[in-house]
């Protein structure tokens, strides 16, 4: 009631936003790995933040001095090559605390994204607590990051669809509501990570780009 009495109409803050997507090995079989178990590395983490308005790629690449030869600079991204996941995951904590993002949002994230990053840091000993301001992060319905907004782009599509649609893949909702799907890449994601790294960058980018088109 006292800023109701003292003011006359009170300033809107910009609210800021960090897009995420990650990619992760999938192992000998193939498989998309298991959010809750978290066994496979996390090899990209790719962001877009609002303010800065730059995509920032965070690669841990085990031959950083040979992948880093071959990687394209982009007046508009930046990608961020370590030699070990755990310092990868750790400069990805550094990267929310200096931005300060309001909100964190990715595709599928609550089921995949958020869990995954949460259960690998702890496999890692790493404290996915870092995350949140106010010191902690976990999952009860849905992922939480105390002090911060963890949302799911795909739940927020699913909420304005006046029709049930036949798929909620990233793929096919830019296909159908954009004409251009994700980025196309043959062969096994694996190799693709080993062998050709700024095929497998594009490909993690493509993702976020297609959530931004989606806005």
Do not use: H
């Amino acid at each position: 009631r006292f800023l109701i009495d003292s003011f006359d109409k009170l300033g809107e803050e910009p609210i800021r936003c960090l897009f995420i997507d990650i990619e992760c090995k999938r192992g000998p079989k193939g498989q998309f790995p298991v959010a809750v178990l978290a066994e496979n590395p996390i090899t990209v983490i790719g962001c877009w933040d609002n303010f800065i308005k730059r995509y920032v790629q965070f690669f841990y690449c085990p031959n950083m001095k040979k992948t880093m030869g071959t990687l394209t600079s982009f007046p508009d991204r930046s990608i961020y090559c370590y030699s070990t996941e755990e310092e990868m995951l750790r400069k990805f904590i550094e990267f929310v605390k200096d931005t300060d993002p309001d909100i964190i949002l990715g595709w599928n994230s609550w089921r995949f994204d958020f869990p995954y990053i949460f259960n690998r840091m702890k496999k890692l000993g790493i404290d996915p607590n870092e995350l949140s301001p106010l010191g902690e992060v976990g999952e009860k319905f849905n992922p939480y990051c105390r002090g911060r907004v963890l949302l799911d782009y795909l739940r927020l599509y699913e909420n304005v669809q006046d029709t049930s649609k036949s798929s909620f893949a990233l793929d096919y909702i830019l296909q159908e509501e954009l004409g251009v799907g994700k980025v196309k890449l043959e062969g096994d994601m694996d190799e693709i990570y080993d062998k050709e790294p700024q095929a497998y960058l594009d490909y993690n980018l493509r993702d976020i780009q297609g959530m931004l088109e989606l806005e």
